[in-house]
T-cell receptor, first 114, second 110 residues
Framework: DSGVTQTPKHLITATGQRVTLRCSPR?????VYWYQQSLDQGLQFLIQ???????AKGNILERFSAQQFPDLHSELNLSSLELGDSALYFC?????????????FGPGTRLLVL | AQRVTQPEKLLSVFKGAPVELKCNYS??????LFWYVQYSRQRLQLLLR??SRESIKGFTADLNKGETSFHLKKPFAQEEDSAMYYC????????????FGSGTKLNVKP
């Protein structure tokens, strides 16, 4: 599958813990986006990287951080988890950067904080 | 603050009926607007984008700058159109930052 992949699919953890979500973009895509989707909410933009550099930041909590590695995969780190962090986390990739780019989405990681 | 509004959480129509999914945005300028769709058990995927001006699966969307709207329309809905639809646009200040609406669930009844 040459599409966007995300691991793990599901994650159950406890409050106060730290987790890492992983995203591999489509082959050739240089840009990676992270979104959070809570219950009954739309996708909330978290952060975007292009070729290893952070290019845009949304309302991402200080407890959250991300990076894009030289092989272009990205990781989203969530720490000191709270119940409200339970959500679906999507990763998307695009060939380049900019407002006109089509984003290709991964299947998402469902995080449940107990 | 920039915003994308999809006022309907759920829209139910009968097969063969026209459908219009509303999207309004707060933006001063000429935005690039997108409609993304998520069918059951599938990933979110691009349905159409303003700049392409093409019709996908019979859907069209017209940008109305006066009303700041980008409504998605189809003259005759099909059962396979049942899905979640999201309107999206990039930030005016950083084109890499995207705003998505809260989504409209379209249910096409037989």
């Amino acid at each position: 599958d040459s599409g966007v992949t995300q691991t793990p699919k599901h994650l159950i953890t406890a409050t106060g813990q730290r987790v890492t979500l992983r995203c591999s973009p489509r082959s050739g895509d240089l840009s990676v986006y992270w979104y959070q989707q809570s219950l009954d909410q739309g996708l909330q933009f978290l952060i975007q990287y292009y070729n290893g550099e952070e290019r845009a930041k949304g309302n991402i909590l200080e407890r959250f951080s991300a990076q894009q590695f030289p092989d272009l995969h990205s990781e989203l780190n969530l720490s000191s988890l709270e119940l409200g962090d339970s959500a679906l986390y999507f990763c998307a990739s695009s060939v380049s950067e900019g407002g006109g780019e089509t984003q290709y989405f991964g299947p998402g990681t469902r995080l449940l904080v107990l | 603050a920039q915003r994308v509004t999809q006022p309907e959480k759920l829209l139910s129509v009968f097969k063969g009926a026209p459908v219009e999914l509303k999207c309004n945005y707060s933006y001063s300028g000429s935005p690039e607007l997108f409609w993304y769709v998520q069918y059951s058990r599938q990933r979110l995927q691009l349905l159409l984008r303003h700049i392409s001006r093409e019709s996908i699966k019979g859907f069209t969307a017209d940008l109305n700058k006066g009303e700041t709207s980008f409504h998605l329309k189809k003259p005759f809905a099909q059962e396979e159109d049942s899905a979640m639809y999201y309107c999206a646009l990039p930030s005016l200040y950083n084109f890499n930052k995207f705003y998505f609406g809260s989504g409209t669930k379209l249910n096409v009844k037989p």
